[in-house]
């Protein structure tokens, strides 16, 4: 009686592993469609009945995972705060300490990251304006505590703390640091964000 080795099923998860191991390694320019197939033993035909469209469907798909698994670790870090400061601080931690997993489960080259980064800003993501209410939402409690300043605009605020957070990210991330909590450019940053850098007069 003979046998038969059966083919693993290809499913829309199986094409985002096989996906983002590549983009992590090779970055979103230097992977193609065909390289996925290839990962895979399909046809590109048969990635694209799973995704139509193609590669940057597929490179979105993945991205919005990750930004979710991110996105619940800064509100499980709000959550557990006793303050505002503390959670707009534990937050930006907790983004910070799960982007160092991903990087790690992923195996992201370091000289990717910054090709990486500069390609996901092109991107309109569900997830930059969750972050940017998340903060904002944090400056007007913080307000409201006593503890920040009141401001016109606080979405303007909110931000410019989201640009200068993700240009740090970036240079920690493309370190060879792996500890999770943050070094101690972050917590200057930190510093610098809640006190200030002028003296009272």
């Known amino acids: 009686m003979s046998t038969q080795r059966s083919t693993p099923r290809l499913s ?7 996906a983002t191991e590549l983009f992590a390694r090779g970055g979103f320019h230097g992977t193609s469609i065909a ?5 895979l033993g399909v046809t590109k035909g048969a990635l694209y009945y799973h995704f139509e469209g193609g590669k ?15 996105l619940a670790a800064m509100h ?12 707009l601080r ?4 907790a983004k910070l ?8 489960r992923y195996q992201v080259e370091r000289e990717m990251v910054e090709e990486l980064a500069a390609t996901i800003s092109t991107q309109k993501r569900v ?5 940017q209410q998340l903060y904002a939402e944090l400056l007007n409690r913080g307000a409201e505590a006593g503890l920040f300043r009141h401001f016109e605009c606080v979405d303007e605020v909110a931000r410019a703390i989201q640009t200068i957070v993700l240009t740090l990210e970036v240079s920690e991330l493309s370190s060879d640091a792996t500890e999770e909590k943050p070094t101690a450019l972050f917590d200057t940053l930190f510093d610098v964000l809640f006190r200030g850098i002028e003296t009272c007069p």
């Open 12 to 18: 829309r998860q199986s094409i985002l592993d096989a």
């Open 35 to 39: 390289d996925i197939s290839k990962k």
């Open 56 to 70: 940057d469907e597929i490179f979105e798909t993945a991205l919005a995972a990750t930004d979710t698994e991110v």
């Open 76 to 87: 499980a870090a709000v959550a557990d705060a006793p303050d505002a400061r503390s959670a």
């Open 90 to 93: 534990g937050a930006m931690v």
């Open 97 to 104: 300490a799960t982007y160092r997993v991903l990087r790690d």
């Open 127 to 131: 997830f930059r304006v969750q972050e």
